[in-house]
């Protein structure tokens, strides 16, 4: 991958999370006490796949966006447009949901640049944190 291809290779169409996906999306939305969060993660489509090799997935929902209060709450530093919830997998893959203005954009699973980790297991994560 050249350093100015694009990060992301749309899907057309559209695809449900996989069941791995899904446990993951489900796992770090309950770190977080917001019925918004949890309404994205039930409708939400994967759009495009990471180029790298990552398992890292673009997503979309058709859930109403948190509100920029709520999402200040949660982010570090009061931040009205972002946040993330994160944990620690084993051999250094670490798991990220990004969630931006409001809504869902990214399952980030990474263990280094162009490294195809698996999507961990739940059961396998830790040190969560909403920021």
């Known amino acids: ?9 749309e899907l057309a169409p559209e695809r449900a999370p996989s069941d791995e996906e899904r446990r993951l999306l489900e796992w770090l939305a309950a770190a977080v006490d917001e019925p918004l969060l949890h309404d994205h993660v039930a409708t939400a489509a994967v759009t495009a796949v990471c180029r ?5 997935v673009r997503l979309r929902s058709a859930a109403a966006p948190i509100p920029e209060a709520r999402v200040s ?5 009061s931040r009205p447009d972002y946040f993330s919830v994160s ?9 990220v949901l990004h969630v931006a203005r409001g809504r869902l954009l990214e399952l980030e699973v990474f263990a280094g ?9 739940v059961r396998d994560l830790t040190d969560v944190t909403v920021s």
Do not use: I
């Open 87 to 95: 944990a620690a997998g084993p051999a250094g893959v670490q798991v």
């Open 73 to 77: 709450q949660l982010s570090h530093g």
């Open 1 to 9: 991958m050249t350093p100015d291809a694009p990060v992301w290779t």
């Open 52 to 56: 790298c090799g990552c398992p890292s």
């Open 113 to 121: 640049e162009g490294v195809a980790a698996p999507v961990p297991d």
